[in-house]
């Protein structure tokens, strides 16, 4: 974005918060066109700021990311690691339901095999990793545990719960059971 003269800029902040408004209504799937239209643009000039709908998609869920990896982080100074893991997992599971399409935009490829400062699957790999690997040193967590393993448990039940009437009661109680199987003693 450096660079960039400011009525591009206003127009890239613009899409981007009327995008996060239709991605919150309507999910990942939310129209490119809808959004040119109500941001008052052409779909060239958002194709242009976002070259692609995950790319729209990342830039929306930014924040919310970042915010994401820096809990991580704050939760490391927690006594019980696994409470800790467990807390932060919520935490995604919770705002992946809330953020309709942050779980498309996570299970668009695998987590691993996109560049580490254009993607919020990597940023949160990294960051849920460093609260796993202390819950597996403690073994409070399976040492076979991965952090890919836990973030496709909580994107697959995001995308599995997202359309229930009460999709957090739902994923709450499907995470409550996947989870229980982390336990190095089988709880």
Same mark, same amino acid.
């Given at each position: 974005?450096?660079?960039?003269?400011?009525?591009?800029?206003?127009?890239?902040?613009?899409?981007? #918060?009327?995008?996060? !408004?239709?991605? #919150?209504?309507?999910? #990942?799937? +939310?129209?490119?066109?809808?959004?040119?239209?109500?941001?008052?643009?052409?779909? $060239?000039?958002?194709?242009?700021?976002?070259?692609?709908?995950?790319?729209?998609?990342? +830039?929306?869920?930014?924040?919310?990311?970042?915010?994401?990896?820096?809990?991580?982080?704050?939760?490391?100074?927690?006594?019980?690691?696994?409470?800790?893991?467990?807390?932060?997992?919520?935490?995604?599971?919770?705002?992946?339901? !809330?953020?309709?399409?942050?779980?498309?935009?996570?299970?668009?490829?695998?987590?691993?095999?996109? !560049?580490?400062?254009?993607?919020?699957?990597?940023?949160?790999?990294? $960051?849920?990793?460093?609260?796993?690997?202390?819950?597996?040193?403690?073994?409070?967590?399976? #040492?076979?545990?991965?952090?890919?393993?836990?973030?496709?448990?909580?994107?697959?039940?995001?995308? *599995?719960?997202?359309?229930?009437?009460?999709?957090?009661?739902? *994923?709450?109680? +499907?995470?409550?059971? $996947?989870? $229980?199987?982390?336990?190095?003693?089988?709880?």
């Amino acid at each position: 974005m450096t660079g960039q003269r400011s009525d591009a800029r206003r127009n890239r902040t613009h899409i981007l #918060a009327v995008a996060e !408004a239709e991605v #919150a209504a309507r999910g #990942a799937q +939310a129209s490119l066109e809808q959004i040119a239209r109500v941001a008052g643009v052409g779909s $060239a000039t958002v194709r242009r700021h976002f070259p692609t709908r995950k790319a729209l998609l990342e +830039a929306v869920f930014q924040q919310r990311v970042h915010d994401l990896c820096e809990r991580a982080h704050a939760l490391r100074a927690e006594p019980d690691s696994r409470a800790a893991l467990l807390e932060w997992l919520r935490e995604l599971l919770a705002y992946s339901l !809330a953020a309709r399409g942050l779980a498309d935009v996570l299970s668009y490829e695998p987590l691993r095999d996109e !560049a580490a400062d254009s993607s919020c699957a990597p940023a949160l790999a990294a $960051a849920g990793d460093l609260l796993l690997r202390r819950a597996v040193e403690d073994r409070t967590v399976r #040492a076979d545990t991965t952090i890919d393993d836990l973030l496709v448990l909580v994107i697959g039940i995001a995308l *599995a719960t997202e359309d229930y009437t009460d999709p957090a009661t739902r *994923a709450d109680r +499907a995470f409550r059971l $996947a989870v $229980a199987g982390l336990g190095t003693d089988g709880s």
